[in-house]
């Protein structure tokens, strides 16, 4: 069964705008990830977080996660139109060597 | 450019063909993956190899068959696929294997069965 899932499905913005998008998952983790995907094509990596830390910073991006609820947060600051994508988060399970993909939050933001 | 290639881009083919994906890594990585991805469904994954050795498949049809001979290449054959397999399929690397490690993609073949 799926492990991540994103929050909200689609979110549209203003560039120049905040954007945030929520990760829950249902089992422990050693680490959880954020991946981009611009329409149609390959993921592209943003940040990795492991399960003993709170907090990642990455340019305009910032990533929280908080083991006792199971969940994470992606906020990109000052979005621009280029972030136009989908964002994905991806969690490991417990020793496992795979990570298990959510499906992912659609991100607009408009020029 | 994240230094995986696939190979072709698109492809499409009939439900008696036999084709194959190619993917090539030029990063040094260990472990290589194939994901296949469909409208409105997660990332599925379908196989992992770490140093050329196959550690996953995740209940794959047999009409699906891999083939890594080496760290740096990645094959997927394809036959007598149905139409419900259309869909992008993703090659990864990573530096090791496990979730610890961030992975690479390729930029995907789009492949449509027809």
């Known amino acids: 069964s799926q492990q991540g899932e994103e929050d909200p499905q689609a979110l549209s913005i203003q560039e120049g705008e905040n954007a945030t998008m929520n990760c829950s998952y249902k089992t422990s983790i050693n680490n959880l990830q954020w991946y981009r995907q611009n329409s149609g094509r390959g993921l592209v990596h943003l940040i990795l977080i492991r399960s003993n830390e709170r907090e990642k910073h990455s340019g305009r991006l910032r990533v929280t996660l908080d083991t006792s609820k199971k969940s994470s947060s992606l906020l990109i600051t000052a979005s621009r139109a280029a972030d136009t994508a989908s964002y994905f988060c991806a969690t490991d399970k417990d020793s496992s060597y795979k990570l298990i993909f959510g499906s992912g939050t659609r991100l607009l933001v408009r020029p | 450019e994240t230094g995986v290639t696939q190979t072709p881009r698109h492809l499409v083919m009939g439900m008696t063909n036999k084709k194959s994906l190619k993917c090539e890594q030029h990063?040094?990585?260990?472990?290589m993956y194939w994901y296949k991805q469909s409208a409105k469904k997660p990332l599925e994954l379908m196989f992992v190899?770490?140093?050329?050795?196959?550690?996953e498949n995740n209940s794959v049809p047999s009409r699906f068959s891999p083939e890594c001979p080496n760290s740096s290449h990645l094959f997927l054959h394809l036959h007598t696929l149905q139409p419900e397999d259309s869909a992008l399929y993703l090659c990864?690397?990573?530096?090791?294997?496990?979730?610890?490690?961030?992975?690479?993609f390729g930029p995907g073949t789009r492949l449509t069965v027809t």
């Open positions: 990864a690397s990573s530096p090791g294997q496990g979730g610890g490690y961030e992975q690479y």
């Open positions: 990063l040094g990585h260990n472990a």
């Open positions: 190899y770490s140093l050329e050795e196959r550690v």
